[in-house]
């Protein structure tokens, strides 16, 4: 069996490298505790984000922004609440405008009537809408009984159902109901749920700098951490490229391709030296993630395979899976490189064992496959049947053997 540009460890997942951010913030009417805010152009002038807390004064803030920026299209809010009446003015100004609005993360109390002003009003999947009855502000809308009136008025224009309307209102103050995504559809609040890829990333907080990237992407996961041990200028400078790219404007999938890329890059000249036990746990990770992404989609191996990791790949791993990567790759990162690669006798000989292991498993097109550059999409089912059988083949071998023959294939510069 010659090694072939397919090997079933020339790309790995990489998956759920990037944390959901939150900013720390709660919902509150005395705007002395109401956050702090920021609002941010993106995009070429084109989309524009309201992160912290609705303050005495941000929607007159915004209109002036807005007016600055004629060619913004779509408003993010990312909001724990704040002041009724503000969040009124900005129901009223993006509707003027016919400004979409958009919710990455959280839209908590006020924040959602200004949402509700969005023409179109987009989510993405992990998105949290929360609604709750106003508290006495006191000011132009003093009284809840009015506050309530105002809010029903503007969620009635913007076409929320009824009966989601009324039940929000009536959760006290000092809780929080988030409808489901299927309930929030069903109600008209959100118009269409998008990908990581329609927008620029947001929802991360009023300041992102490299600091609160590191605190947040440590909180995430495990292997930041390691990083952080064994390579350290290479992790400072992955947070602070992370803040420099979301400052102007990435989208979170492009965030994600490159994390992904990036902390490849840094783990894969530890698997050539990394010991069995964790090369063999990263392995077997590996192999899970095949067997739960070819239930789900044949073909979808090769994009693993060819071009790393993605949110949507990600998405159709169980939490199991996920974890059991991470983990991997953190005990790899953590281990003292031990291991050896196999010298080109024992990969012979190791090579001619597994063809036994995988004869008849996969046919000869199948095999043939593994040498092509480009696979057609009618041909990545059967492309993936071969990577499967081949790492499935690998981890029947002996351990010594599995573990050599993995450090010899994930070892290389691919």
């Known amino acids: 069996m010659a090694q072939h540009r397919g090997s079933p460890v020339r790309r790995w997942g990489a ?33 524009l984000e309201i992160a912290g807390g609705l303050r ?14 004629p060619a913004v299209t779509v408003v993010h809010l990312n909001s724990t609440g704040g002041v009724v009446k503000e969040g009124l003015d900005l129901f009223q100004l993006f509707r003027g405008r016919k400004l979409d609005t958009y919710v990455a993360n959280i ?21 949290r809408i929360g609604f709750h009855e106003p508290v006495n502000e006191g000011g132009p809308l003093a009284g ?61 907080g009023v300041s992102v700098t490299p600091a609160t990237v590191r605190e947040e992407f440590r909180k995430s996961s495990p292997i930041y951490s390691a990083l952080e041990r064994s390579q350290p200028v290479q992790a400072r400078e992955l947070y602070g490229r992370v803040a420099k790219l979301y400052g102007r404007g990435a989208t979170s999938d492009e965030l994600f391709g490159m ?52 949110p949507a790949v990600t998405a159709q791993l169980s939490e199991e899976a996920q974890r059991d990567e991470r983990d991997a790759l953190v005990a790899i990162l953590q281990s003292p490189a031990t291991g050896r690669t196999l010298s080109k006798s024992g990969q012979a000989r190791v090579m ?18 593994l040498d092509r550059a480009e696979i057609a999409l009618p041909d990545r089912p059967d492309y993936c049947v071969a990577i499967a059988a081949i790492l499935d083949g ?13 450090r010899t294939f994930l070892g290389q510069n691919n």
């Open 15 to 47: 998956s759920a490298l990037l944390p959901v951010m939150l900013f720390a913030a709660g919902t509150a009417a005395a705007d002395d505790t109401i956050p702090d805010f920021r609002l941010r152009v993106m995009r070429g002038g084109t989309e």
């Open 56 to 69: 005495a004064g941000i929607a007159e803030r915004t209109e002036k922004l807005l007016a600055a920026h």
């Open 107 to 127: 839209c908590f109390s006020a924040c959602t009537v200004a949402f509700a002003g969005g023409r179109e009003r987009y989510a993405l999947d992990a998105a």
């Open 144 to 204: 809840v009984g009015i506050a309530k009136d105002e809010l029903r008025r503007a969620y009635d224009a913007a076409g929320f159902n009824k009966a989601l309307v009324e039940r929000g209102l009536k959760v006290p103050h000092a809780d929080l109901w988030t409808p489901t995504r299927d309930e929030l559809t069903a109600a008209g609040v959100v118009t269409g749920y998008v990908d990581g890829g329609r927008f620029s990333a947001s929802g991360w």
């Open 259 to 310: 994390v992904s890329l990036r902390v490849h890059e840094l783990v894969q000249p530890r698997f050539a030296n990394a010991p069995d036990g964790p090369i063999l746990q990263f392995g077997r990770a590996i192999a899970r993630q095949f067997a739960e992404l070819r239930a789900k989609d044949p073909g979808m191996c090769w994009q693993v395979m060819r071009a790393g990791s993605s």
């Open 352 to 369: 001619i064992a597994l063809r036994r292991i995988v004869e008849g498993r996969i046919t000869p097109a199948q095999f043939a496959l």
């Open 394 to 406: 690998i981890l029947k071998l002996p351990e010594r053997d599995a573990a050599g023959l993995l």
